[in-house]
Protein backbone atom coordinates (compact mmCIF):
# COMPACT_ATOMS: atom_id res chain seq x y z
CA UNK A 1 0.00 0.00 0.00
CA UNK A 2 1.50 3.52 -1.29
CA UNK A 3 2.36 4.94 2.26
CA UNK A 4 0.32 8.81 2.82
CA UNK A 5 3.10 10.69 2.28
CA UNK A 6 3.99 9.62 -1.09
CA UNK A 7 0.08 10.26 -1.54
CA UNK A 8 -0.15 14.04 -1.23
CA UNK A 9 2.99 14.39 -3.37
CA UNK A 10 1.30 12.66 -6.51
CA UNK A 11 -1.68 14.34 -5.65
CA UNK A 12 0.00 17.88 -5.62
CA UNK A 13 2.02 16.76 -8.82
CA UNK A 14 -1.11 15.75 -10.77
CA UNK A 15 -3.11 18.73 -9.48
CA UNK A 16 0.45 21.17 -10.74
CA UNK A 17 -0.23 19.28 -14.01
CA UNK A 18 -3.57 20.00 -14.28
CA UNK A 19 -3.66 23.68 -13.74
CA UNK A 20 -0.29 24.60 -15.58
CA UNK A 21 -2.60 22.53 -18.84
CA UNK A 22 -5.30 25.50 -18.50
CA UNK A 23 -4.33 28.87 -19.99
CA UNK A 24 -7.15 30.98 -18.46
CA UNK A 25 -5.94 29.75 -15.15
CA UNK A 26 -2.73 30.59 -15.93
CA UNK A 27 -3.62 33.96 -17.53
CA UNK A 28 -5.94 35.38 -14.68
CA UNK A 29 -2.80 34.27 -11.97
CA UNK A 30 0.36 35.31 -13.61
CA UNK A 31 -0.42 37.12 -16.92
CA UNK A 32 -3.17 39.50 -15.85
CA UNK A 33 -1.93 41.12 -12.51
CA UNK A 34 1.45 41.83 -14.34
CA UNK A 35 -0.30 43.03 -17.00
CA UNK A 36 -2.31 45.15 -14.99
CA UNK A 37 0.10 46.51 -12.96
CA UNK A 38 2.57 47.47 -15.70
CA UNK A 39 -0.43 49.52 -17.61
CA UNK A 40 -1.88 51.13 -14.64
CA UNK A 41 1.52 52.39 -13.74
CA UNK A 42 2.25 53.33 -17.22
CA UNK A 43 -1.07 55.50 -17.46
CA UNK A 44 -0.23 56.86 -13.52
CA UNK A 45 3.43 57.50 -13.31
CA UNK A 46 6.32 59.24 -15.16
CA UNK A 47 9.52 59.51 -14.80
CA UNK A 48 9.36 57.43 -11.70
CA UNK A 49 7.18 59.79 -9.80
CA UNK A 50 3.43 60.19 -9.48
CA UNK A 51 1.97 62.76 -11.81
CA UNK A 52 -1.32 64.58 -10.71
CA UNK A 53 -3.34 65.82 -13.96
CA UNK A 54 -4.94 69.30 -12.71
CA UNK A 55 -6.46 71.87 -14.87
CA UNK A 56 -5.97 75.89 -15.21
CA UNK A 57 -8.39 78.26 -16.82
CA UNK A 58 -6.71 81.32 -18.12
CA UNK A 59 -7.58 84.51 -16.55
CA UNK A 60 -6.11 87.14 -14.53
CA UNK A 61 -3.51 85.75 -12.29
CA UNK A 62 -3.27 82.47 -14.21
CA UNK A 63 0.40 83.10 -15.41
CA UNK A 64 1.40 83.97 -11.48
CA UNK A 65 -0.88 80.79 -10.51
CA UNK A 66 0.64 78.64 -13.13
CA UNK A 67 4.07 79.57 -12.05
CA UNK A 68 3.57 78.45 -8.33
CA UNK A 69 1.75 74.91 -9.70
CA UNK A 70 4.54 74.35 -11.95
CA UNK A 71 6.83 74.35 -9.41
CA UNK A 72 5.78 71.00 -7.80
CA UNK A 73 7.16 68.42 -10.18
CA UNK A 74 4.37 65.82 -9.39
CA UNK A 75 1.46 68.64 -10.62
CA UNK A 76 0.82 68.13 -14.48
CA UNK A 77 -0.36 71.74 -15.13
CA UNK A 78 -3.02 72.07 -18.73
CA UNK A 79 -3.62 75.26 -19.00
CA UNK A 80 -7.48 76.02 -20.89
CA UNK A 81 -8.88 78.85 -22.94
CA UNK A 82 -12.00 77.73 -23.35
CA UNK A 83 -13.98 76.83 -19.41
CA UNK A 84 -16.27 74.27 -21.35
CA UNK A 85 -13.65 72.20 -22.84
CA UNK A 86 -11.77 72.68 -19.02
CA UNK A 87 -15.05 71.53 -17.41
CA UNK A 88 -15.56 68.54 -19.84
CA UNK A 89 -12.03 67.42 -19.15
CA UNK A 90 -12.97 67.86 -15.47
CA UNK A 91 -16.25 65.55 -16.39
CA UNK A 92 -14.02 63.02 -18.24
CA UNK A 93 -11.54 62.60 -15.27
CA UNK A 94 -8.81 63.55 -17.72
CA UNK A 95 -7.86 65.89 -14.96
CA UNK A 96 -8.42 65.66 -11.07
CA UNK A 97 -9.03 69.61 -10.04
CA UNK A 98 -9.29 72.10 -11.85
CA UNK A 99 -7.83 75.75 -10.82
CA UNK A 100 -9.77 79.22 -11.74
CA UNK A 101 -8.13 82.22 -11.07
CA UNK A 102 -10.42 84.17 -8.76
CA UNK A 103 -11.90 87.49 -10.74
CA UNK A 104 -11.37 90.21 -7.80
CA UNK A 105 -7.71 89.05 -7.60
CA UNK A 106 -8.64 87.01 -4.20
CA UNK A 107 -8.38 83.22 -3.49
CA UNK A 108 -8.37 80.65 -6.21
CA UNK A 109 -11.34 78.38 -7.20
CA UNK A 110 -10.46 74.97 -6.24
CA UNK A 111 -13.36 72.77 -8.33
CA UNK A 112 -13.13 69.21 -7.83
CA UNK A 113 -15.10 66.12 -7.22
CA UNK A 114 -14.68 65.41 -3.62
CA UNK A 115 -15.59 61.64 -3.35
CA UNK A 116 -12.60 61.09 -5.55
CA UNK A 117 -9.53 60.32 -4.12
CA UNK A 118 -7.46 61.14 -6.94
CA UNK A 119 -9.05 65.34 -6.40
CA UNK A 120 -8.57 64.70 -2.60
CA UNK A 121 -4.97 63.67 -3.52
CA UNK A 122 -4.70 66.92 -6.21
CA UNK A 123 -6.13 69.52 -3.52
CA UNK A 124 -3.63 68.35 -1.01
CA UNK A 125 -0.54 68.92 -3.48
CA UNK A 126 -2.19 71.78 -5.14
CA UNK A 127 -2.20 73.63 -1.29
CA UNK A 128 1.49 72.56 -0.38
CA UNK A 129 2.51 74.53 -3.88
CA UNK A 130 0.77 77.52 -3.19
CA UNK A 131 1.81 77.72 0.41
CA UNK A 132 5.43 77.57 -1.07
CA UNK A 133 4.77 80.89 -2.72
CA UNK A 134 2.72 82.41 0.27
CA UNK A 135 5.20 85.11 1.99
CA UNK A 136 6.22 84.43 5.57
CA UNK A 137 5.21 80.31 5.00
CA UNK A 138 1.35 81.12 5.94
CA UNK A 139 -0.90 79.02 4.73
CA UNK A 140 -2.55 79.19 1.24
CA UNK A 141 -6.27 80.50 1.35
CA UNK A 142 -8.36 78.82 -1.69
CA UNK A 143 -12.57 78.46 -2.37
CA UNK A 144 -13.55 74.63 -3.00
CA UNK A 145 -16.31 74.43 -5.28
CA UNK A 146 -17.59 71.14 -4.92
CA UNK A 147 -18.54 69.05 -8.43
CA UNK A 148 -22.09 68.19 -7.03
CA UNK A 149 -24.16 68.82 -10.17
CA UNK A 150 -25.51 65.30 -12.56
CA UNK A 151 -22.83 64.80 -14.97
CA UNK A 152 -20.29 66.24 -13.24
CA UNK A 153 -19.36 63.43 -10.82
CA UNK A 154 -17.11 60.65 -10.99
CA UNK A 155 -19.98 58.02 -10.85
CA UNK A 156 -21.85 60.05 -13.71
CA UNK A 157 -18.05 59.32 -15.94
CA UNK A 158 -17.91 55.97 -14.79
CA UNK A 159 -21.06 54.15 -15.20
CA UNK A 160 -21.15 54.84 -18.85
CA UNK A 161 -17.59 52.96 -18.69
CA UNK A 162 -19.23 49.85 -17.47
CA UNK A 163 -22.02 50.06 -19.20
CA UNK A 164 -20.16 49.95 -22.21
CA UNK A 165 -17.72 46.73 -20.54
CA UNK A 166 -20.81 44.97 -20.10
CA UNK A 167 -21.85 45.40 -23.73
CA UNK A 168 -18.32 43.80 -24.72
CA UNK A 169 -18.36 41.23 -22.02
CA UNK A 170 -21.88 39.63 -23.36
CA UNK A 171 -21.35 40.48 -26.10
CA UNK A 172 -18.08 38.37 -26.82
CA UNK A 173 -18.91 36.11 -24.46
CA UNK A 174 -22.38 35.20 -25.34
CA UNK A 175 -21.88 34.78 -28.70
CA UNK A 176 -18.49 33.39 -28.84
CA UNK A 177 -18.54 31.01 -26.06
CA UNK A 178 -22.46 29.15 -27.35
CA UNK A 179 -19.98 28.89 -31.17
CA UNK A 180 -17.22 27.04 -28.94
CA UNK A 181 -19.65 25.30 -27.11
CA UNK A 182 -21.64 23.69 -30.27
CA UNK A 183 -18.22 22.85 -31.58
CA UNK A 184 -17.25 20.98 -28.22
CA UNK A 185 -20.55 19.08 -28.88
CA UNK A 186 -19.54 18.12 -32.46
CA UNK A 187 -22.62 19.40 -33.55
CA UNK A 188 -20.80 22.12 -36.37
CA UNK A 189 -19.71 19.02 -38.05
CA UNK A 190 -23.05 18.03 -38.80
CA UNK A 191 -23.28 21.29 -40.61
CA UNK A 192 -21.00 20.18 -43.40
CA UNK A 193 -23.99 18.24 -45.03
CA UNK A 194 -26.67 20.84 -44.85
CA UNK A 195 -27.12 24.25 -47.27
CA UNK A 196 -26.64 26.12 -44.00
CA UNK A 197 -24.16 29.38 -45.21
CA UNK A 198 -21.95 30.63 -42.64
CA UNK A 199 -23.71 33.90 -42.85
CA UNK A 200 -26.84 32.46 -41.76
CA UNK A 201 -25.25 30.73 -39.27
CA UNK A 202 -23.64 33.97 -37.62
CA UNK A 203 -26.36 36.08 -38.14
CA UNK A 204 -28.66 33.67 -36.04
CA UNK A 205 -26.20 34.24 -33.09
CA UNK A 206 -26.05 37.62 -33.81
CA UNK A 207 -29.95 38.22 -33.40
CA UNK A 208 -30.52 36.12 -30.50
CA UNK A 209 -27.59 38.36 -28.59
CA UNK A 210 -29.79 41.28 -29.79
CA UNK A 211 -32.97 40.15 -28.13
CA UNK A 212 -31.66 39.96 -24.76
CA UNK A 213 -29.97 43.38 -25.36
CA UNK A 214 -33.49 45.70 -24.74
CA UNK A 215 -33.70 43.79 -21.28
CA UNK A 216 -30.40 44.13 -20.54
CA UNK A 217 -29.74 47.64 -21.79
CA UNK A 218 -33.29 48.42 -19.77
CA UNK A 219 -32.54 46.96 -17.01
CA UNK A 220 -28.60 48.74 -16.62
CA UNK A 221 -30.39 52.01 -17.57
CA UNK A 222 -33.02 52.34 -14.68
CA UNK A 223 -30.39 51.29 -12.13
CA UNK A 224 -27.95 54.05 -13.26
CA UNK A 225 -30.57 56.67 -13.77
CA UNK A 226 -32.82 55.71 -10.61
CA UNK A 227 -30.94 54.30 -7.81
CA UNK A 228 -27.29 56.00 -8.94
CA UNK A 229 -28.78 59.43 -10.35
CA UNK A 230 -26.88 59.41 -13.69
CA UNK A 231 -27.64 61.60 -15.84
CA UNK A 232 -29.85 60.42 -19.64
CA UNK A 233 -30.16 63.42 -21.53
CA UNK A 234 -30.10 61.78 -25.30
CA UNK A 235 -32.94 60.73 -27.37
CA UNK A 236 -33.89 57.34 -26.16
CA UNK A 237 -33.94 56.16 -29.85
CA UNK A 238 -30.54 57.40 -31.08
CA UNK A 239 -28.83 55.85 -27.49
CA UNK A 240 -30.82 52.43 -28.47
CA UNK A 241 -29.34 52.42 -32.15
CA UNK A 242 -26.01 53.33 -30.90
CA UNK A 243 -26.20 50.06 -28.29
CA UNK A 244 -27.17 48.07 -30.90
CA UNK A 245 -24.36 48.85 -32.97
CA UNK A 246 -22.24 48.61 -30.34
CA UNK A 247 -23.39 44.98 -29.41
CA UNK A 248 -23.35 43.76 -32.93
CA UNK A 249 -19.66 45.05 -32.96
CA UNK A 250 -18.89 42.88 -29.60
CA UNK A 251 -20.52 39.92 -31.16
CA UNK A 252 -18.87 40.06 -34.43
CA UNK A 253 -15.44 40.13 -32.61
CA UNK A 254 -16.58 36.96 -30.30
CA UNK A 255 -17.73 35.36 -33.37
CA UNK A 256 -14.22 35.96 -35.02
CA UNK A 257 -12.30 34.62 -32.42
CA UNK A 258 -14.25 31.56 -31.63
CA UNK A 259 -13.99 30.97 -35.31
CA UNK A 260 -10.88 28.28 -35.43
CA UNK A 261 -11.24 27.66 -31.82
CA UNK A 262 -11.40 23.74 -30.38
CA UNK A 263 -11.73 24.10 -26.89
CA UNK A 264 -13.45 26.12 -24.09
CA UNK A 265 -10.26 26.47 -22.62
CA UNK A 266 -8.87 27.98 -25.57
CA UNK A 267 -11.37 30.52 -26.17
CA UNK A 268 -11.46 31.86 -22.82
CA UNK A 269 -7.89 32.49 -23.43
CA UNK A 270 -8.64 34.35 -26.50
CA UNK A 271 -11.52 36.75 -25.16
CA UNK A 272 -9.26 37.36 -22.53
CA UNK A 273 -6.55 38.48 -25.13
CA UNK A 274 -8.66 40.15 -26.67
CA UNK A 275 -10.61 41.81 -24.19
CA UNK A 276 -7.82 42.71 -21.90
CA UNK A 277 -6.79 46.04 -23.50
CA UNK A 278 -9.95 47.00 -23.71
CA UNK A 279 -10.52 46.76 -19.86
CA UNK A 280 -7.45 48.87 -18.98
CA UNK A 281 -7.10 51.81 -21.62
CA UNK A 282 -10.49 52.43 -23.40
CA UNK A 283 -11.10 54.58 -20.17
CA UNK A 284 -13.22 52.28 -18.37
CA UNK A 285 -12.22 52.91 -15.08
CA UNK A 286 -10.25 56.23 -16.01
CA UNK A 287 -9.75 58.42 -18.58
CA UNK A 288 -7.38 57.02 -21.23
CA UNK A 289 -5.84 60.74 -21.57
CA UNK A 290 -4.15 60.35 -18.60
CA UNK A 291 -1.63 57.69 -21.39
CA UNK A 292 1.30 59.10 -22.78
CA UNK A 293 0.19 61.06 -25.91
CA UNK A 294 1.62 58.71 -28.24
CA UNK A 295 -0.53 56.19 -27.73
CA UNK A 296 -3.91 57.87 -27.11
CA UNK A 297 -4.64 57.61 -30.94
CA UNK A 298 -4.26 53.94 -30.79
CA UNK A 299 -6.59 53.72 -27.96
CA UNK A 300 -9.20 56.02 -29.44
CA UNK A 301 -9.49 53.21 -32.42
CA UNK A 302 -10.10 50.76 -29.89
CA UNK A 303 -13.56 49.74 -30.40
CA UNK A 304 -14.59 50.38 -26.50
CA UNK A 305 -12.74 53.35 -26.30
CA UNK A 306 -15.53 54.54 -29.43
CA UNK A 307 -18.47 53.04 -27.97
CA UNK A 308 -17.63 54.66 -24.37
CA UNK A 309 -16.72 57.96 -25.34
CA UNK A 310 -19.97 57.80 -27.58
CA UNK A 311 -22.05 56.78 -24.08
CA UNK A 312 -21.04 59.70 -22.28
CA UNK A 313 -21.23 61.97 -25.12
CA UNK A 314 -25.13 61.45 -25.35
CA UNK A 315 -25.62 60.23 -21.81
CA UNK A 316 -23.63 63.53 -19.94
CA UNK A 317 -23.97 65.87 -22.98
CA UNK A 318 -27.09 65.39 -24.83
CA UNK A 319 -25.29 64.35 -28.18
CA UNK A 320 -27.22 63.09 -31.02
CA UNK A 321 -26.19 60.39 -33.71
CA UNK A 322 -24.15 63.39 -35.58
CA UNK A 323 -22.36 64.48 -32.65
CA UNK A 324 -20.96 61.20 -32.14
CA UNK A 325 -20.40 59.89 -35.53
CA UNK A 326 -16.88 59.42 -35.33
CA UNK A 327 -17.28 56.94 -32.72
CA UNK A 328 -20.07 55.16 -34.86
CA UNK A 329 -17.72 54.89 -37.57
CA UNK A 330 -14.56 53.15 -35.98
CA UNK A 331 -17.37 50.92 -34.09
CA UNK A 332 -18.92 50.04 -37.81
CA UNK A 333 -15.60 49.67 -39.02
CA UNK A 334 -14.70 46.62 -36.14
CA UNK A 335 -18.36 45.46 -36.71
CA UNK A 336 -17.70 44.87 -40.60
CA UNK A 337 -14.02 44.15 -40.16
CA UNK A 338 -14.56 41.27 -37.65
CA UNK A 339 -17.53 39.58 -40.02
CA UNK A 340 -16.01 39.57 -42.90
CA UNK A 341 -12.92 37.66 -41.09
CA UNK A 342 -14.82 35.54 -39.90
CA UNK A 343 -16.56 34.26 -42.50
CA UNK A 344 -13.09 33.96 -44.34
CA UNK A 345 -11.29 32.10 -41.35
CA UNK A 346 -14.26 29.97 -40.00
CA UNK A 347 -14.57 26.56 -40.27
CA UNK A 348 -17.25 23.65 -39.72
CA UNK A 349 -14.47 21.10 -37.66
Known sequence: ????????????????????????????????????????????????????????????????????????????????????????????????????????GGAPILWLDENRPEAQNARVRILRALELEASGGRAAEVTVEPMTEKGSRYVDFLFPGLLGMNLMGTGMWGVGFAIADVRRRKFLKRMLVTPMKKSSFFLAFLLSRLVFLVLEIVALVCIGTWVLDVPFRCNPLDFALLTVVGATTFSGIGILVASRAQTIEAVSGLMNLVMMPMWLGSGVFFSYERFPDVVQPFLALLPLTGLNDALRSMMIDGEGLSGVLPELLVQAFWAVAAFLVALRIFRWQ
Open 1 to 104: MTRAPNQIVELTRIRVLTFLREPEAIFWVFVFPLVLAAVLGFAFRSAGEVSVPIGLLEGAGAAELAAALERDPSLDVERFHDADAARRDLRKAAVDVLVQPAPD
